[in-house]
């Protein structure tokens, strides 16, 4: 299929499956309201023993800043990896300890997912993370207290790029360019098995972004913390 069509139906289909670009309660962030070609990447579920390691040298290449929410466990078994994020410049987020969905928890169940990853990226950066992702985008009020007194912020996202579906790296570059705008939060994965289309998009989407004018900051800088 030509480019084109290809960028044309991706366009029609992101219409549908955005999500809604404002606050929807204090503290809880899905996209900013900017004049400014501002835009976040974000990157879930790492660190992966490989895909971490190819997606910060492409953020190396072309001197860009992200935010990565890592998982506790993942991040206790690649230390190393959370170190290179964190010694490059990127933020990074608590995305939970062992990546349940936080609604189905009770408040105690909640805290301690929290506690632990937050626990497990402090140990290795000696960082508090000042943001939550919760897995899946799935948060209630318990979520949103326990965040807010463990001083968080929870990041959502305006941009699903749905490589965690294996979606041709192509479509992926065509959905950005197609609905993009400053204040985005652009959701990648640096975990993706059996394999991703995330550092060849990438490798297409970020050089195009910046000739056209955008600057790639972390959440934390968009959102003015």
């Not at 943001?131 to 912020?153: H, N, Q, T």
């Amino acid at each position: 299929m030509p480019l084109r069509i290809l960028c044309f139906f991706t366009a029609v289909s992101l219409l549908f499956t955005v999500s809604v670009f404002s606050c929807e309660k204090t503290g809880v962030y899905r996209h900013v309201c900017t004049d400014e070609k501002k835009i976040a990447l974000t990157f879930d579920d790492g660190p992966h023993y490989k895909y971490t390691e190819q997606i910060l040298d492409i953020l190396k290449k072309y001197g860009v800043k992200a935010t990565f929410f890592v998982i506790g466990v993942n991040a206790e078994k690649y230390p190393q990896k959370v170190k290179r994020i964190s010694d490059e410049g990127h933020e990074i987020g608590n995305h939970t300890y062992s990546h349940l969905n936080l609604r189905e928890l009770d408040e105690k169940e909640i805290r301690q997912e929290l506690i632990k990853g937050e626990r497990a990226i402090q140990k290795i950066t000696k960082k508090k993370p000042k943001l939550l992702r919760p897995p899946g985008g799935a948060y209630s009020d318990l979520v949103i207290k326990a965040s807010s007194e463990m001083g968080c912020d929870i990041i959502l996202w305006s941009q699903d790029t749905r490589d965690w579906a294996h979606t041709p790296a192509d479509k992926i570059v065509c959905g950005i360019m197609d609905n993009v705008k400053g204040g985005d939060i652009i959701l990648f994965h640096d975990f993706v098995c059996p394999d991703t289309p995330t550092p060849e998009a990438l490798e297409k989407i970020i050089p195009k972004l910046l000739k056209s004018g955008y600057e790639f900051v972390t959440v934390s800088e968009l959102i003015g913390e």
